[in-house]
């Protein structure tokens, strides 16, 4: 699997968006994007996944260059309860293993 | 929907004792399944895979085991814990769906090993 780097720390204040940079220059045609988070104690969360194309879902978004070497996960209006590790995570198909890395720790701020 | 189980949620052993940790998966047919651990202030670590009943695939040796006796249930054991297999333990499952294969975790299971 390719590797990722996400800065180690971010902080949010609550009702902003948060957006969380991942870089993956070395990532294949065949692999995807995955964002995983984890709260304390807790296993981890899966948020969002994609290939090339940007994605949305009720808890997202995904936006992922052109060239696939980086991608941002989207918070749109971070609460509290984002407060988490989040895991940028690249994984072709047929691979079984999730490597996750440090990933980034958000702390969202009253 | 499909949910996952896991239990106990947390678990403390004398070292030398044996282990049993119990995943379940409800809402879906022939999982992947899997176990992680994650050490303490470290990143998750792939124990064991199943891609059917009877098949495990292991991923780092040691001296735990894994099986999978029905389509959606996945055990880790141990005949005698090490203070080393202290951590959290995670269950998943995915489901190959056009070309990704998500995978989605448990609770987790604590387990200290004194």
């Known amino acids: 699997d390719a590797k990722t780097t996400q800065p180690p720390s971010m902080d949010c204040a609550e009702g902003r968006a948060a957006n969380l940079p991942c870089n993956h220059s070395?990532?294949?045609?065949?692999?995807?994007v995955y964002w995983y988070r984890q709260i304390h104690s807790q296993g981890p969360q899966y948020i969002i996944h994609?290939?090339?194309n940007n994605e949305t879902n009720e808890m997202a978004s995904l936006i992922i260059t052109e060239d696939r070497k980086s991608s941002t996960l989207i918070l749109p209006h971070a609460t509290l309860r984002d407060t988490a590790v989040y895991y940028c995570?690249?994984?072709?198909?047929?691979?079984?293993?999730?490597?996750f890395g440090k990933g980034t720790k958000l702390s969202v701020i009253p | 929907s499909q949910t996952i189980h896991q239990w106990p949620a947390t678990l403390v052993q004398p070292v030398g004792s044996p282990l049993s940790l119990e995943c379940t998966v409800e809402?879906?047919?022939?999982?992947?399944l899997y176990w992680y651990r994650q050490a303490a202030g470290r990143g998750l670590q792939l124990l064991f895979y199943?891609?059917?009943?009877?098949?495990i695939s292991s991923e780092v040796p040691q001296n735990l085991s894994a099986s999978r006796p029905q389509d959606r249930q996945f055990i880790l054991s141990s005949k005698k814990l090490l203070l080393s297999d202290s951590g959290f333990y995670l269950c998943?499952?995915?489901?190959?769906?056009?070309?990704?294969?998500?995978?989605?975790f448990g609770p987790g299971t604590r387990l200290t090993v004194l």
């Open positions: 998943a499952w995915s489901v190959q769906v056009l070309g990704t294969d998500t995978q989605y």
């Open positions: 070395t990532i294949s045609g065949n692999e995807y």
């Open positions: 994609g290939l090339k």
């Open positions: 995570i690249v994984s072709g198909a047929g691979s079984y293993q999730l490597t």
């Open positions: 809402g879906t047919s022939n999982p992947n």
């Open positions: 199943s891609v059917g009943i009877g098949q």
